[in-house]
C-alpha cells in the first residue's frame, strides 16, 4: 500500500497508513471501475452529519483528487478521503464484506464510540 503525497503535502498524508484499504475492497472496486468503463473513477469515502447516530459514512466514485484528499492505493485502486473526513477515519479500516445479510463496502472505524444497527452511522 502506497500514500500518495505531493511535494507540499499536508502532514497526514505523509504517514504510513493513516488508514487501511483492504485487498476485498479494493477487489470490488476494480470490478465496479471496470462495469463503469472510467479507469480515471476512484472511490471516496467521507463522513457528513446525519444518520442515527449523529455522524454517517458515504461512499462514491470520483474523478477528480483534491490537493489536500488522501489517496490509498491497493492493488492499483484508488481510495481518496477529504482531510475533515480523514480526522474521523484515523486507524480506521475501509473493507468489503459478503454474508448472508448482503454484500456491502464497511468501515472498522476505531473512533466510533458507538454505532447504529444500520452500520452507516456511529458516534465520537
Given amino acids: 500500500m502506497n500514500v500518495s503525497a505531493s511535494t507540499a503535502a499536508p502532514n497526514y498524508q505523509q ?27 476512484k472511490l471516496r469515502v467521507y463522513i457528513q452529519g446525519g444518520g442515527c447516530s449523529g455522524f454517517q459514512y458515504g461512499f462514491e466514485f470520483d474523478e477528480q483528487q483534491a490537493d489536500d484528499d488522501l489517496a490509498i492505493a491497493t492493488d492499483g485502486v484508488t481510495l481518496l478521503v477529504d482531510p475533515l473526513s480523514l480526522q474521523y477515519l484515523m486507524g480506521a479500516q475501509v473493507d468489503y464484506s459478503e454474508s448472508l445479510h448482503g454484500a456491502q463496502f464497511v468501515i472498522r472505524n476505531p473512533n466510533a464510540k458507538t454505532t447504529c444497527g444500520c452500520g452507516s452511522s456511529f458516534t465520537v
Fill in 15 to 41: 504517514l504510513d497508513a493513516p488508514l487501511l484499504f483492504t485487498q476485498a475492497a479494493a477487489a470490488k472496486v476494480r470490478e465496479l471501475v471496470q462495469e463503469e468503463g472510467n479507469e480515471a473513477l
